[in-house]
């Protein structure tokens, strides 16, 4: 039976190899419809009312429809996905608003019904402009964008595995030379196997101890 299950058990990825790729990734790729594809590689940010918007959003928005669609489709019916005030605000910053309206008045998206009363909701239906246009893949550069996904991603692993929270705050990927001080996985399993070779001199290790007890008192 452990046989079995060691058969059967996946590998997991070290942590530390998770943490050099995130380092070193620079760049997300992205699906969005095709057309919205052409007016983001041609604009950085887009006017809304007397602020600006910026590109690299509207793709990871529309990327966030995309996924969406594909885990609710068959559950409510058509094309609706419901999108959270609350959650959008987290994820966009107080100019969500922006970005849904940019997507409504380009014939991607059209609210579906009213408010959710208590729920800070509304629900919207992807448009044939948006689902049969086709989808490009948008490689997006954005910093605070590509640090945002580093996050999460890092969240998502400790809350998985228990991770410690200082070394997640450690990681800082804009400062290669902020480097979290914790022992990696692979120096800690030669560590671990060397203490089953170790032989302790009790003796002089109770006479070690009395010494330095002797220096703090």
């Known amino acids: 039976m452990i046989d079995e299950l060691e058969v059967n058990k996946k590998p997991v990825t070290p942590f530390y190899i998770i943490e050099e790729t995130l380092r ?4 997300i790729i992205q699906l969005v419809p095709k057309p919205l594809y052409k007016v983001l590689i041609m604009n950085k940010k887009l006017p809304w009312r007397d602020k600006h918007i910026k590109t690299a959003t509207i793709a990871t928005l529309s990327h966030m429809l995309i996924t969406k669609y594909n885990q609710t489709r068959g559950k409510q019916g058509d094309n609706l996905i419901t999108l959270n005030a609350s959650i ?43 689902l049969k246009s086709g989808f490009k893949q948008y490689s997006n550069e954005d910093a ?61 290790a109770m006479e070690y101890v009395s010494t330095i007890k002797g220096r703090a008192t």
Do not use: M
Not at 24 to 27: D, Q, S
């Open 88 to 130: 959008l605000q987290k994820k966009f910053g107080c100019h969500y608003k922006g970005y849904i309206t940019f997507l409504e008045k380009s014939g991607y998206i059209k609210r579906h019904g009213r408010y959710l009363a208590g729920q800070h909701s509304y629900k919207y239906r992807l448009t044939n402009k948006f």
């Open 24 to 27: 070193n990734k620079k760049e």
């Open 144 to 204: 605070v964008t590509i640090k945002k996904y580093k996050t999460n991603v890092l969240t998502a692993i400790r809350n998985k595995n228990a991770i410690s929270a200082d070394i997640i705050k450690g990681l800082n990927f804009n400062n290669n030379d902020n480097i979290p001080d914790y022992i990696h996985e692979s120096i800690r399993e030669k560590l671990v196997l060397d203490l089953y070779n170790v032989t302790i001199d009790s003796d002089c």
